[in-house]
């Protein structure tokens, strides 16, 4: 597999020094970084980005490398300048794209007329967001990545006596290596006090002394870098043997049978572990843990909005 | 600064500098300008000037060129040029004042609260730094405790605003307000907002903020 970077900024560069030295550096056939304003000023031309709609391809700056690939991954592009990944897959010649969102601005303002194009042309689209939630794909290529990056899975091994935790195994780091830096000054901590532990992980996450940590977008209307932080700490949970959020979700059915999705959600999200679980601090997170539960057929929704057990 | 063509490419190595999430840039650069005999303050002023850039290209209503990882990481790189200069800034008179000062509760964004507390210690004001997400009872202990003659309180997110008001709110219960003046900043933060909540000031940037500090202290004496 070859993979090809369309990156901006020091987001793009801090994914992609983590797969380069993490596994995938010999995959990597080239990195371009591309910046809203050395596209929109493109020989002297002032258009707008709207103009993308009718030539593309005009706006492809001139030094892209000729280079070839299978995986294209996109990261932190401006929103804008989405219309040219069609045009960048064809040149590039890849079969499939991964386009993790981490911010709203760079969400493609035409994801549906990207998608469509790339299928049209048999290539194959995934927007995960924010990229530590990519979990599974049916697409090989993005399969095969995911062996070494996408939502965090850890193997813990603790001290049956005290519950400190003895080793970290970071089996599948985030993109961003966040993981891999938290793994690493777990050894000691006990498991035994929740709350602390999940506030380890939150604040660690985003603790911007260590080589790699979370950028996503945090703010509480967009709250991408605490649903990361709620993914890894699931990911250590279920690995301790802890109760999850999904544990949550499942004990409060168990208590009150079946219950809207709502009611549920107020009970579980932001839920310490004082009741001897604890939960999710984002709605997002929830309704990600509450589709996979439906998937692996341990919950029902109904049309009515209802959740009860299966 | 567009018709600078000089001016616009060193502000855009600037940008550079503090956009690299290794690091190593903002050492070198810093590094560079002190050997060269340049002030420390003066390197923190480019810096600055640097930051506003990318602040801009991030507020830009048009089409916003800076995203929040940006501005994360231009706000870790400060910090890294801050711990090499701020030892080398000499130290203003002592005894100017104290000034107790964090980001409110809900917000981890540090690096607005960080620079102006840098620029207060080197002007002589003694601070007492509370950190980020800091709540309202930690606010009024640390008034409590420390009896500063100014709080100063900083938040990026306009969805943690009300914070602030929670603390106005909480220095009048605790008994504590007329002790103190409080003046409030950052992104999210307008002058109106800071006479709506009943704030002694509102800093609009950093000079700002401290020259009304200094203001404070003048009324004191």
Known sequence: MRIFFLYSGPFGEQIINTISLGGLGDQVSGAYEMRPEQVLVHGGDTLGPDSFFENPERYIPADFPETGADLLIVLGVHGRLSDLIPCIARRLNVRSVLYPIEDRDTIPEARKTITDELTEMGVHVEFPEPFCSLSRSNDPLIGEFLKFFGRPLLRVSTDRGSGRINQVEVQRDTPCGSASCIAGKLTGVDTHDLDFLSRFCYDEQHNDEAENYCLAEMDPRYPLMQEAGDLFRDALFESCGLPSTKDAILSVLNRSGDIGVEDLAMQVVGLSSGKGTSGCVTRRAFDLYLRELEEEHRIVITNQNTVKLA | ?221
């Open chain 2, 1 to 221: 600064m567009a018709d600078d063509p000089l001016r616009e490419t060193a502000l855009s190595h600037l940008v550079s500098v503090l956009l690299d999430f290794k690091g190593t840039k903002i050492r070198e650069y810093c590094q560079l300008q002190l050997d060269s005999g340049i002030d420390p303050f003066a390197v923190f002023g480019e810096l600055q000037l640097g930051l506003e850039e990318i602040g801009k290209g991030y507020e830009d209503p048009g089409f916003r060129r800076y995203f929040n990882s940006d501005l994360i990481v231009s706000g870790r790189n400060m910090k890294r040029a801050i711990e090499l200069i701020q030892p080398l800034l000499p130290p203003g008179k002592e005894g100017k004042g104290v000034v107790v000062i964090g980001t409110v509760a809900g917000d981890v964004h540090d690096i607005g609260k960080t620079i102006f507390a840098v620029t207060l210690e080197s002007d002589g004001f003694f601070v007492i730094d509370t950190g980020v997400n800091v709540p309202c009872a930690k606010f009024v202990e640390a008034v409590r405790d420390n009896t500063p003659d100014i709080l100063a309180m900083s938040s990026l997110l306009t969805t943690t605003l009300p914070a602030m008001s929670e603390v106005l709110h909480g220095l009048e219960v605790a008994g504590l307000r007329d002790r103190v003046r409080v003046i409030i900043g950052g992104h999210a933060v307008t002058e109106g907002f800071a006479r709506t909540i009943g704030a002694d000031a509102y800093g609009r940037d950093c000079i700002d903020g401290l020259r009304k500090c200094r203001g404070f202290m003048q009324e004191k004496s």
